[in-house]
């Protein structure tokens, strides 16, 4: 098996497939698991599938982990503050002088890197270049972790966000239309609601403020746990699960399923797990139960409903963002 991704390309043309690395913040490519001696990622549908072919696998939330004695490579993020965040986690668990390598696309940010180790105190060389990647070497500085954790007003609500949630920091205009459309729409007594993407936890605190039963899920432990803080942060209680799309909560249904999925891996469109929250949506809704999501107007959203679920109604449209309500 060959890599295919670019900068899995440049490690295998570096490395070559006779040793085993230790991957952190993993890409999807099946290369990475033929060649893993063990991975820590936030991602538990990666996790499952590393453990899956009986290769370790780690949550950077878990307690004591342990990497083999390998090679390190970490692959720098897109989202610049979460590449910074993997450094400051790897110098925080790793011991002294640990050797790491770093690679990344250059249109991922991967060439900011020589200055960022430079402003850390760390040395570096580069190891190799190809493919529009670069590949580098240094090794860790034994230092604690900074709290990456940003804390910020909504409304009502009290909100706490990690760099590695999908729009860290602030609430995106989608997830404002949704909130606005769901205060208009939402009416009678307490339902059971599940909560697809949770991300930092506005929409399930804003749920639970409101007497709901909420189930919130994400695929990202950093979601998870920042969700949870927000509830913890605005009193409130709601059950939280790492689940990829619906695998972490089979069998359970709904009344209410709302979500403001996210399209992008890295730079490219994916719509893999917004069409199976679609898809199986009937499974997961009771009888009279509905589905509710938001989406920039250009996603083909529309065909999946009415394939999956027979037919839906838009619910509100500002131009750049459509809310969209279908039931069983």
């Known amino acids: 098996m060959s ?52 290769r370790i696998a780690f949550s950077p939330f878990d307690e004591h982990i342990v990497l083999p004695e390998a090679p390190v ?27 790491l390598e770093i690679v990344g696309e250059h249109q991922g940010g991967i060439k900011r890197v020589p200055k ?35 804390r910020f007003g909504v409304g009502e609500l009290s909100l706490v966000s990690h760099p590695g949630v999908f729009g860290h920091g602030k609430v995106d205009e989608g997830t404002r239309l949704l909130l606005e459309t769901l205060e208009r729409e939402l009416q009678g007594s307490p339902r059971r609601v599940l909560d697809m993407g949770c991300g930092d936890g506005i929409i399930t605190a804003w749920l639970a403020r409101r007497g709901f039963d909420v189930t919130a899920v994400d695929v990202s432990a950093f979601a998870v746990q920042a969700c949870r803080r927000t509830l913890e942060a605005n009193d409130l209680t709601a059950r939280v699960v790492e689940s990829n799309v619906y695998a972490g909560i089979d ?29 199986r949506a009937c499974d997961h809704l009771t009888p009279r139960g509905q589905l509710v999501l938001v989406a920039n107007a250009f996603l083909p959203y529309p065909d999946l409903l009415d ?18 309500r279908a039931g069983r």
């Open 116 to 150: 960022l180790l430079d402003e850390r105190g760390l040395g570096w060389d580069k190891l190799d270049n190809a493919r529009r990647c670069s590949l580098y070497a240094t090794r860790t500085v034994k230092r604690a972790a900074p709290d990456p954790w940003t």
């Open 3 to 54: 890599a295919q991704l670019p900068a899995c390309q440049l490690l295998e043309r570096y490395h070559g497939n006779a040793s085993e690395l230790c991957f952190i913040a993993v890409p999807e490519d099946d290369w990475l698991v033929s060649r893993s001696a063990a991975m820590v990622s936030d991602n538990v549908a990666l996790r499952t599938r590393w453990q899956s072919a009986e």
């Open 307 to 324: 394939r999956a679920l027979g037919s839906f109604e838009t619910l509100a449209d500002n131009r750049r963002f459509k809310v969209y």
């Open 73 to 99: 490579v970490l692959f720098w993020p897109k989202a610049h503050q979460l590449g910074l965040w993997w450094l400051d986690w790897l110098c925080a668990t790793l011991p002294d002088a640990t050797p």
């Open 251 to 279: 069998g359970e249904r709904f009344d209410l399923i709302v979500s403001n999925p996210p399209f992008h891996q890295e730079r490219e469109i994916s719509f893999g797990p917004s069409a199976r929250l679609i898809e």
